[in-house]
């Protein structure tokens, strides 16, 4: 048995191994939508190949277990900045962890997870989405942050947010990278930011079906007396906040950049956001409820 980074020649057999998880299914009868539905890029060939690009854009990559020539375990993995009241830096991301149904509770993936720790001094966090992987985390990390998930319906549109119509400019990715050390992630908290802003910025493959419902990845800017906002204008709006700023002035931005998605034709906004008191305050103000109280985000240590 040996722990090696992937190539692009592995991505057949990587394939297989995610495949492996929903025994049964007629693959080639499937058209990619139908695949996406099932498992995302792991199980269609060009979706997975966009997939590792993507990773490797972010300084990451793909560990494999190989056994007797047939890969059982994989771990993908990125390296990402974080802004946070506890913590400020570069870090490791584990975007996905599995093993093949043989051969699992053999330890496979811990032993992933330490082949990641002696390859970087980064932490390494990752979020958790189901009760399987809240149990494997648990034991080899400690839970340090949490997500929490917001909607808001049209419905919900009070004089508030008409009152608030607020200008903007519209800005590019490279715009945004200028910025970026000005500015925090507040919504939109998926994956990791630097991850999760590739796949949006080179999201030609998967537009079709990540984004059918946003005309273009549009970059806002807003600006209310000394405070900041850049927006990415899709129904699950990925928003980044100078680092300082005014707590009423940020509420009338959000309520105007709400506003504005509306009027684009969406029905209903999602935002993903990290436990933040006035973040919390801010979208109950604005309408927003709670639809998933807690997903959880663990650093995991060596084992």
């Not at 330490?114 to 390859?119: A, F, G, I, K, P």
């Not at 990845?217 to 906040?241: C, S």
């Not at 993903?272 to 409820?289: A, K, W």
Request: aromatic fraction near 14%; proline fraction near 3%.
């Amino acid at each position: 048995m040996i722990i090696r980074e992937a190539t692009s020649e592995d991505l057949e057999a990587l394939l297989a191994l995610n495949r492996a998880e929903y025994p049964g299914v007629d693959w080639d009868s499937l058209n990619r939508f139908e695949r996406w539905e099932i498992g995302m890029w792991w199980v269609d060939p060009e979706l997975l190949q966009w997939h590792f690009d993507i990773l490797r854009r972010c300084n990451g990559g793909i560990l494999v277990i190989e056994s007797n020539s047939h890969i059982t375990a994989e771990l993908d993995f990125c390296e990402s900045w974080e802004e946070l009241p506890n913590y400020s830096g570069n870090r490791y991301h584990i975007i996905w962890l599995t093993t093949h149904p043989l051969h699992r509770r053999q330890g496979l993936s811990s032993q992933l997870v330490s082949e990641l720790h002696r390859r970087t001094n980064h932490p390494i966090w990752v979020e958790a989405e189901d009760s399987r992987t809240v149990g494997l985390y648990g034991k080899i990390g400690k839970e340090n942050h949490f997500l929490s998930n917001w909607r808001v319906e049209i419905n919900d549109i009070t004089e508030y947010y008409l009152d608030n119509r607020l200008e903007y400019t519209v800005i590019s990715y490279e715009d945004l990278d200028q910025k970026k050390s000005d500015y925090f992630a507040l919504i939109g908290r998926y994956y990791a930011p630097a991850f999760d802003l590739s796949q949006l910025r080179y999201s030609d493959p998967i537009k079709e079906l990540m984004w059918a419902d946003t005309p273009s990845n549009i970059l806002h800017h807003y600006r209310k007396n000394e405070t900041e906002v850049i927006a990415l204008m899709t129904q699950f709006p990925r928003i980044f906040v100078s680092k300082s700023y005014m707590r009423e002035d940020l509420e009338a931005i959000l309520a105007s950049v709400c506003l504005q998605l509306f009027e684009m034709g969406f029905d209903s906004l999602e935002f993903q956001v990290y436990y933040h008191v006035d973040l919390i305050s801010i979208l109950s103000n604005l309408g927003f409820s709670e639809v998933i109280q807690k997903d959880p985000v663990y650093e995991l240590f060596t084992t």
